[in-house]
């Protein structure tokens, strides 16, 4: 899956050293036979990262293998450039009347999509993808879409016409074009799961990342958690870093730093305001951690599409859930953050 394809060389190099600072891996006198072991593959158009504590180098690249394949397994199901994967052929039956039964990989993520889309009033919506395209196109062209063709786009995105069915576990697609895309939620989705191969395997003190998104199982040996920095709203405004302490729980991040078009003076992000079909045209970075990294993925991407006001509501409301916000709505940067949001020293 091309979830982030376009994030440019420079900007992993960027985002590599502020995001992926692992822990070190201090011997203590309980993990005395632990070793510390990373493990790098593109997968999703994003490089993925697993750092792990195992006994050996063959116990830890049996597990690394497996989880990896089981991102590539996810993606071949959830990808929305892959014109095969389970999601486009599901996109291809919109509007033909039918309700068609998914894998429990796809029906966990659209259940928790359709979820979390009513409790912020389809801000953060997976039928989104015809304004998606459109605005990816917008930004090959450097042109601002066609007003016939954003109506079109339009038409054919809005969660409600997306209908689930518990009983069969099927999806219904209502109207004709529709297009779903996975890109606000799956990664993060990726991560939880191959953290969850890893566990499965007796690793449990493993960190999997991509492209930002992170999962964290347990610390590593004789430390609270892993400790992580966060970014900042891009490279221009960076300060000093600032870290979290991460154990058992995902962070995201979603902002318009790497993937952005200025058309007319205005800059517009890849994530599109569903009310509109436009690309949003705030210049924020939202900071998601929570449980699970498909919640704190699927969350950064709401929060920044309600803003401050509403997304740091929807923050508290959600148990176990926390994040800053930094935008920069004229020259001042302005950060926010929410209440259970704790930083390390
Ligand atoms: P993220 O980087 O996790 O915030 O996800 C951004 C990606 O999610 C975009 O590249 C689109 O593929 C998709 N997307 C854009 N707008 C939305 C939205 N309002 N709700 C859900 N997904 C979206
Ligand atoms: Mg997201």
Known sequence: MRLARSISLRALLLLAPVLWL????????????????????PQMGVPFHIVLY????????????????????LNDALSDYDADSE????????????AVPVSEDLWLILHRSQALAARTG??????????????????????????????????????????????????????????????????GYAVDEALKVLSDRGLTRALVSGGGDMAAGDPPPGKRGWRIALAWLDATNALPPQFVLLARSGLATSGDAFQHV???????????????????????????????CTTADSLATAVSVLGPDEGLKLLEATPGAAGRIVR???????TRTSPRFELED
């Open 87 to 98: 999601l486009s052929r599901l996109s291809r039956t919109s509007g033909e009347g039918r």
């Open 22 to 41: 692992g822990s070190c891996a201090t011997r203590r006198p309980d993990s005395a036979l632990l070793e510390r072991f990373e493990f790098a593959q």
């Open 262 to 292: 200025e058309i007319g003076g205005l800059r517009y992000s890849h994530i599109i305001d569903p009310r509109t079909g436009l690309g949003l045209t705030d210049h924020s970075l939202v900071t998601v951690i929570a449980r699970d």
């Open 54 to 73: 195992a006994a050996n180098s063959s116990e830890a690249e049996a597990a690394a293998r497996a989880a990896f394949a089981r991102i590539r397994q």
């Open 122 to 187: 389809g801000a953060f919506d997976v039928t989104i993808g015809p304004c998606v395209s459109l605005w990816r196109k917008a930004r090959r062209e450097k042109k601002f879409p066609r007003s016939d063709l954003l109506a079109e786009a339009r038409a054919a995105s809005g969660w409600q016409k997306l209908r689930l069915h518990p009983r069969t576990r099927a999806a219904e697609l209502l109207v004709p074009n529709m297009k779903l895309d996975l890109g606000g939620i799956a990664k």
């Open 328 to 334: 920069k709505p004229g020259l001042q940067m302005e």
